[in-house]
C-alpha cells in the first residue's frame, strides 16, 4: 500500500470484531490497519462481481 495515496480515518470497533481482525493480522503478518484494508477490498471486488452478474431491469416506479 502506497502510503502517498492513502487518507488516514478513525473507526471505533467492537472489542471482539478488533480481536478477530487482530489475530488474522498477525496470522498473515500485517498490521490490523493493513488487514481491514485487505477485508474491505475484498468485500467490495466480490460485491462488485454480484452486482455484475445481476441483469440489468429496469424498475417499475408504479409499483413503487
Not at 502510503?3 to 498490521?31: F, K, V
Not at 474491505?40 to 471486488?45: F, G, Q, Y
Amino acid at each position: 500500500m502506497n502510503t502517498a495515496e492513502t487518507i488516514n480515518t478513525q473507526i471505533a470497533l467492537p472489542i471482539e470484531l478488533y480481536q478477530a481482525i487482530a489475530q488474522r493480522a498477525q496470522i498473515h503478518g500485517q498490521s490490523v490497519s493493513s488487514e481491514i484494508v485487505a477485508l474491505l477490498l475484498a468485500s467490495l471486488v466480490q460485491n462488485s462481481a454480484e452486482l455484475a452478474e445481476e441483469p440489468n431491469r429496469a424498475i417499475d416506479i408504479t409499483r413503487c
